[in-house]
């Protein structure tokens, strides 16, 4: 099916949404499990000791978890802090936090001690960018110095009031926020959930589709199952293998029945060009490890072009290691997601 197809829909029980583009699963947002904070989260905490060697302090939450701060500057053992969650944790370990908070919405992203006002750089006409910096500048008259706005590629296409309105949300939660500063650790703004995280991240669709069994009739379901298997194919017979062990992510490539002098570019290439979406569907981050299949050295320059690429499309915060010793490729993926495994 061509075109773009959003899905809203439950999964083993879970509010689900997922996102189709041209019969292929581009993108998938699942419920987290019960008594995983999600990212995006806002919480009262309280500080607690610094500790030596690992650059940041632990911070008491609510309902006794323990988050792991690293912004630490001008704050003392037993203050009360806004933290908002920046990340997962693995199981027994501290919940990632940040002292930068983000108000999010589809239009505007209001930031507390990040003044300024900017728009995305999608947006590359001059005049829908000269008035939406006039919106911007009446919307934001009056607030905190401190307090800066971001207004998203999708306010090209929505209407002034719409616009407005939405700034003026984001601005009263945030200032209800920053006001609500002293107390025990408490959950201030809840992560929003799938359907309404595909509304604000991504764009309007050819279709949506948010009726009961729309996994089913758009063949989410089918590609689902197929992210559960370890064996990915790829274009002229190639395939990649991708496994989770305990301490990273491994990715091996083969070529498959091609005996080409360059079946293994041709392999590495079409890896590279989709492990950021097997990545983003199958929720791993981490360390991650790539076995690439042979190819001569001359040829590593082309596949590092090629990773940067890729993972500058995906916009996710990556870094490319580099090669081992022994031929492989390392890089470091924010964990922003749990397991899709583990999700359902």
Not at 108 to 129: C, E, F, K, M, Y
Not at 204 to 222: C, K, W, Y
Not at 260 to 267: D, I, T, V
């Amino acid at each position: 099916m061509k075109g773009s197809v959003i899905a809203l829909d439950h999964i083993h029980g879970k509010e689900a949404a997922a996102l189709m583009i041209d019969g292929q699963l581009e993108d998938i947002v699942v419920a987290l499990p019960d008594g995983v904070l999600a990212p995006e989260t806002i919480l009262r905490g309280k500080m607690g000791r610094p500790v030596k060697g690992l650059g940041g302090a632990f911070v008491d939450l609510p309902d006794g978890l323990r988050g792991f701060l690293r912004q630490t500057k001008g704050l003392r053992p037993g203050d009360p802090v806004l933290v908002q969650v920046s990340g997962l944790a693995e199981q027994g370990k501290a919940i990632p936090v940040t002292t930068r908070l983000l108000f999010k919405s589809r239009y505007a992203i209001v930031t507390p001690d990040a003044p300024g006002l900017n728009i995305s750089r999608q947006i590359g006409d001059d005049a829908i960018r000269a008035v939406l910096t006039d919106l911007a500048q009446s919307a934001m008259a009056g607030a905190q110095t401190h307090m800066g706005l971001i207004l998203r590629s999708a306010c090209a296409d929505a209407d002034d009031q719409t616009i407005i309105e939405d700034i003026a949300q984001m601005r009263g939660l945030a200032e209800q926020v920053l006001a609500d500063h002293a107390g025990v650790p408490e959950c201030l703004v809840a992560a929003v959930g799938p359907h309404m995280a595909a509304w604000r991240d991504w764009a309007m669709p050819d279709t949506l589709d948010d009726t009961a069994g729309s996994f089913q009739r758009h063949n989410v379901i089918e590609a689902i199952d197929t992210l559960q298997r370890a064996h990915v194919p790829l274009s002229g017979g190639a395939h990649m293998h991708i496994e989770v062990t305990r301490a990273f992510v491994t990715v091996d490539v083969n070529t498959g029945p091609d005996t080409s002098p360059a079946a293994g570019l041709k392999a590495n290439i079409a890896c590279v060009r989709d492990l950021p979406r097997q990545l983003r569907l199958r929720g791993l981050g981490g360390q991650v490890m790539i076995d690439f299949a042979p190819c001569a050295k001359k040829d590593r320059q082309v596949l590092e072009q090629s990773l940067q690429a890729a993972f500058r499309r995906d916009g996710r915060d990556t870094v490319l290691a580099g090669w081992t010793p022994l031929g492989n490729f390392e890089l470091t993926r924010k964990r922003d997601r749990v397991a899709l495994s583990a999700c359902l």
